[in-house]
């Protein structure tokens, strides 16, 4: 393709296009953690005593702990004394209460982003509660969740309204226990979104959060809890960016659904945070623990995300089958280009009978990017009859990216059945040379045929979702064929 | 509308096209002929711009242009549409939005606003039935599963839309059925008019019967060795290439 050489050219030196900084003032702690810090972040919160206790036994047990090496991901070590762990935007008076007292600058860069939270504004029918390096900001349409008996707010909130349902079932999917960065987490989590829906009911709109981090060297490290009690339904919506910046951010999140019998929750993330710039400066490290328990009968839980930001991803949304008849669902698209190292997957955990579980995952290469898809079936001596079926695509953009699978399959009881497929292939020139002859230009093309790619997953997302998904991969993938 | 001079192309350095001359203008249909390896699909790709052949001598005009400096993109939104002899699958994109963007695209070129989904779905459907194609193959990924002669419509069905100033079909008439065959005859003598040329690579007489030719040329060895008009074909199919590449020898 030497003819179309400057036009690549031209197409690479495209930025990302939510780089830019909000001028605000913050009340911010100098970087650094220890018990103390934690104690103040739990101070500053004002929270009830028992959360102040679950952070210390975790920094406790994290003090014990060293980062996971297993991933196959070339990360520089992190210097956890460097990074700040709580950054907030300073409001007058403590927390805004309504939309009104939040800082207009915060308000317009959300408008920037395209999330609006003006309610009037908004997408009928979203919900949004909008994270702002450690706080929430604003959550939208909250009385009319409320009519329903819907609680949508941020963790904060959360655990000064509903510190009961908080103190219930907060850890009880991933313990703080579970892994060094879920660790962390748990000791130093500033903000997120709680959300509850009563028993019965379909939650009349999607939820949904929008995580943005702005502090310089910040770390960011937010708690999500879904609780879908007995015969309801959500869908929630998790959207990311972050500023250019030279330097390295960490986000650390955790991320806990829980679903009672007939209960159904659907989670989708379209994942952009800042991936760093070609040469690999800066970028966020993207560590991220998720994990949802289908406790009761019937309970489905799925997962759905695009991946195409941060400079490394470590992330494995999984479902924990533990009830009979329960399904879990795992849909996913990951783009790596230039530089830029993905190692994501699920695990699905069949404990119970009937139990069954999809595995679609559609990782692209482009440029130097590393994509490895990583997933473990497991399934117990007493899950009679579970069934797992898997398919793990990888798409290849040029010479110099790599796509890899580790499949780790465990299976304990004789009557499982257990289907994995996988593929590995080229975007190939004679698709590429249809598209052109037909007059579409280079990127056009391939943002079709990855969006081909990717059809199946993409079409689990909700609509507005999917047309910005489908939007963002053409982005992130321009002048990385030649 | 469309001067090829003196052009030689080689793949992987060997050389395929041997100085091949051939003037096309508008109105007219001209058909090449000649054994398989002759070089016709190299000449309908060279001329669409396929980058894997180099080009090492010649000229080619299309209307004003220098045509072999354009991007195959830009050759397509200029008017030039080739259906391929073997057309590409494209898993997960539905033929609709294939249709769209190309149509989107080349209308772009001619200074036509965008066609609204209803628009775009009227004159594609319009397009479908005279091409006896069910709509249901739009929403069907490209050519994915599609039979021989499915994908062989599918591209006289690209053609009608996009609607060509000069079409090359490069055996768009192989393994069809008589049927298909007319269905195939019918559509490219729709598009037929004083302002568009065609270009029709087969093998076959018996296209021929359908869509006349006003000439008939001979490729062999990378040369067009002979041309002549539609009787040309009636005796090559009578007494094969044999005869003209003997001749020469
Ligand atoms: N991609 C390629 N690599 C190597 N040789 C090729 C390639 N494409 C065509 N050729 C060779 O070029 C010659 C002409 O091929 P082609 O143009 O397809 O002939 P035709 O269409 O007349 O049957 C043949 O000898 C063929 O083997
Ligand atoms: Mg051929």
Not at chain 1, 168 to 173: A, F, I, Q
Not at chain 1, 249 to 264: D, K, M, P, R, S
Not at chain 1, 412 to 435: G, M, R, V, W
Not at chain 2, 94 to 122: E, H, M, P, T, Y
Request: charge should be negative; include cysteine.
């Amino acid at each position: 393709m030497a003819a179309t050489q400057p036009q690549l050219t031209n197409l690479l030196s495209q930025e990302y296009q939510h780089g830019f900084v909000t001028d605000i003032e913050t009340d911010t702690l100098p970087p650094g953690l220890n018990e103390e810090v934690v104690r103040t972040i739990s101070a500053k919160k004002n929270e009830p005593e028992f959360m102040l206790e679950y952070r210390l036994k975790a920094y406790r047990h994290w003090l014990t702990m060293t980062p996971p090496d297993w991933a196959k991901l070339k990360i520089e070590p992190i210097d956890y004394q460097a990074i700040t762990y709580y950054s907030a935007p300073k409001f007058k008076k403590d927390a805004p209460k309504s939309l009104d007292e939040v800082d207009p600058e915060l308000l317009r860069t959300y408008e920037k982003l395209g999330i609006p939270l003006k309610e009037q504004e908004m997408l009928a029918g979203i919900a949004v509660d909008a994270v702002f390096d450690s706080v929430s900001v604003a959550t939208t349409f909250k009385s009319k969740l409320a009519e329903k008996g819907v609680i949508f707010c941020s963790f904060s909130e959360a655990l000064q309204e509903h510190p009961e349902l908080v103190k219930k079932y907060l850890g009880t999917v991933v313990p703080h226990t579970d892994n060094f960065f879920a660790a962390l987490n748990a000791a130093v989590f500033s903000d997120g979104s709680f959300c509850y829906i009563p028993k019965g009911v379909r939650c009349p709109m999607e939820l949904s959060t929008y995580f943005r981090i702005n502090a310089k060297s910040s770390g960011q490290f937010e708690r999500t809890l879904i609780v879908a009690e007995e015969g309801s339904y959500v869908s929630y919506l998790e959207g990311c960016t972050a500023p250019m910046r030279d330097e390295n951010q960490l986000h650390a999140a955790v991320v806990e659904l829980i679903a009672l019998e007939n209960a159904q929750i659907k989670y989708s993330t379209v994942q952009n945070w800042y991936p760093g710039d070609k040469e690999g400066r800066g970028g966020i490290y993207n560590f991220v623990t998720k994990r949802g328990i289908c406790r009761g009968k019937q309970a489905k839980i799925s997962w759905t995300q695009v991946e195409t930001g941060s400079a490394i991803t470590w992330k494995y949304p999984s479902v924990i089958l533990e009830a009979d008849n329960t399904i879990g669902e795992f849909y996913s698209v990951a783009l790596t280009n230039n530089l830029q190292q993905a190692d994501t997957g699920t695990k699905m955990i069949h404990i119970g009978k009937n139990t069954r579980s999809t595995i679609i995952s559609k990782g692209i290469s482009a440029g130097h990017g590393q994509n490895s898809y990583r997933g473990l079936v497991k399934v117990l001596k007493n899950a009679q009859h579970a069934r797992n079926y898997t398919q793990c695509d990888s798409l290849l953009l040029g010479s110099r990216c790599g796509a890899h699978t580790f499949p780790y399959i465990e299976v304990k009881n004789p009557t499982a059945q257990i289907e994995h497929e996988a593929s590995t292939s080229k975007i190939s020139e004679d698709q590429l040379f249809y598209c052109r002859q037909r007059g579409m230009g280079i990127e056009d093309a391939v943002s079709m045929i990855v969006n081909g790619f990717c059809k199946e997953v993409l079409k689990e997302l909700p609509m507005e979702f999917a047309v910005e998904a489908q939007k963002l991969l053409g982005i992130s993938l321009e002048g990385s064929v030649g | 509308m469309l001067t090829i001079k003196n052009l030689h192309a080689n793949i992987d350095d060997k050389a395929i096209l041997k100085g091949i001359n051939l003037q096309v203008n508008p109105g007219e249909v001209h058909a090449i002929m000649g054994p398989n390896g002759s070089g016709k699909s190299t000449l309908a790709n060279v001329l669409v711009g396929r980058e894997e052949y180099q080009i090492t001598q010649g000229e080619v005009r299309f209307e004003d242009q220098d045509l072999l400096n354009m991007a195959p993109e830009e050759r397509a939104r200029a008017g030039i549409f080739l259906a391929f002899q073997y057309p590409v699958e494209i898993p997960g994109v539905s033929n609709i939005n294939f249709l769209k963007a190309a149509l989107n695209n080349v209308r772009a070129a001619r200074g036509l606003a965008k066609l609204d989904a209803i628009d775009l779905l009227q004159q594609v459907k319009d397009k479908m039935q005279q091409v006896k194609m069910n709509p249901d193959f739009l929403y069907r990924s490209v050519n994915e599963g599609f039979s021989g002669g499915e994908k062989k419509r599918n591209e006289v069905l690209q053609m009608l839309l996009l609607e060509p100033k000069l079409a090359l079909l490069d055996e768009t008439d192989s393994g069809l059925d008589i049927d298909a065959l007319k269905i195939v005859a019918d559509g490219v003598n729709a598009l037929r008019s004083p302002e568009r040329a065609i270009v029709l690579v087969t093998h076959y007489q018996r296209l021929l019967d359908y869509i006349v030719p006003d000439f008939v040329h001979v490729l062999s060895g990378g040369q067009i060795i002979k041309s002549g008009d539609k009787n040309l074909a009636l005796e090559l199919e009578q007494q094969g290439y044999g005869w003209l590449t003997e001749a020469r020898a």
